[in-house]
């Protein structure tokens, strides 16, 4: 079994910054795709940036130039740094990895992370 332990939200102004951290722990096990997700209040989860296990991201337009995904490898650890954020940014952040395991990929998800940015 994997589990994705997220941290780093909070409360800030707007134009603030926030860094999310999600760290995958588990045994036998490699992670190929590294997600942020979001969802805001009363509205459907969002895709909002990926890094591939060759480094290379995408981001959703609404966060393109203003957030940066990353990875570090060697902790099992994706990172989502966050500037000049809006009060549209308010949401609880999820991190998703595809997981191999057993010669099978699977999609693991983190607890959520309250961030909220005030105007």
């Known amino acids: 079994q994997v589990q994705l332990v997220e941290s780093g939200g909070g409360l800030v102004q707007a134009g603030g910054s926030l860094r999310l951290s999600c760290a995958a722990f588990?045994?036998?096990?490699?992670?190929?795709?590294m997600g942020w997700y979001r969802q805001a209040p009363g509205k459907q989860r969002e895709w909002s940036a990926s890094?591939?296990?060759?480094?290379?991201?995408i981001y959703a337009d609404s966060v393109k130039g203003r957030f940066t995904i990353s990875r570090d490898n060697a902790k099992n650890t994706v990172y989502l740094q966050m500037n000049s954020l809006k009060p549209e940014d308010t949401a609880v952040y999820y991190c998703?990895?595809?997981?191999?395991?057993?010669?099978?990929?699977?999609?693991?998800w983190g607890q959520g992370t309250q961030v909220t940015v005030s105007s």
């Open positions: 890094i591939t296990k060759g480094d290379t991201t």
């Open positions: 588990g045994s036998s096990f490699s992670i190929n795709t």
């Open positions: 998703k990895m595809k997981v191999a395991r057993v010669g099978f990929e699977y999609d693991y």
